[in-house]
């Protein structure tokens, strides 16, 4: 039996949140770049590709996010619009969002915009993920892999993020205090603002 299509009005709140959540994310993002106090894991081997090759974060991020993607065909994962708009949207994003804000020179404000933004990031994260339109790259490629290995989420999310931290930080990349932060702060975060932010009902155009 097909599923039922969701009502048009629940899926219009959805691709709003889906946008808005990973525009948002990338507001996130950029606070916790200019911070320079450890940016988040994929980040630092964005920053060590930027360091090496040019480019912008921005247009890292929608490398690097595409790449993954890739990855999800000998996995056979499936994307949803949710999953390829959160590899283009965000990294389109960050560019613009990363000119409009300065960087602080006070730690105090270094702080509070590491706090803010990884913050915003746990809120963002549960907004696009409550969309129901479809995991992130990286999301998709920890699935993937924990139904491959058969291992667990924990071990196979932790192994994919420390091999990126250590990747980039090789390659110049700001892994501090900040990366660490984000590490063990985030999953809380997200824990807490998921249930609130998920919208119920089937998982149309996933």
Known sequence: MVP????????????????????????????????GLGVIPWDV????LVNHWG?????????????????????????????????????????PMLRAIEAPESLGWRAAYLVAGILING??????????????????LMTGLVRLTGRSVRLVRTGLEVTVVLIGWALGGNLGLGTVLFAVSIGPVVHVFLPKLTVPGGSALH
Do not use: H, K
């Open 4 to 35: 039922a299509a969701p009502p048009p009005r629940r899926l219009t709140r959805r691709l709003i949140q889906l946008y808005a959540g990973l525009v948002t994310f990338a507001f996130g993002e950029a606070l916790i770049l200019e911070a």
């Open 45 to 48: 081997f964005q920053q060590g």
């Open 55 to 95: 480019l912008t974060m921005g247009t890292w991020s929608i490398i690097v996010g595409v790449a993954v993607l890739l990855l999800w065909i000998p996995l056979r994962q499936r994307p949803g619009i949710g999953t390829v708009s959160n590899a283009i949207v965000i990294g389109a994003a960050l560019d």
């Open 123 to 140: 809120v963002a994260t549960a907004a696009y993920i409550g969309a129901r339109l479809g995991p992130g790259p990286r999301d998709g």
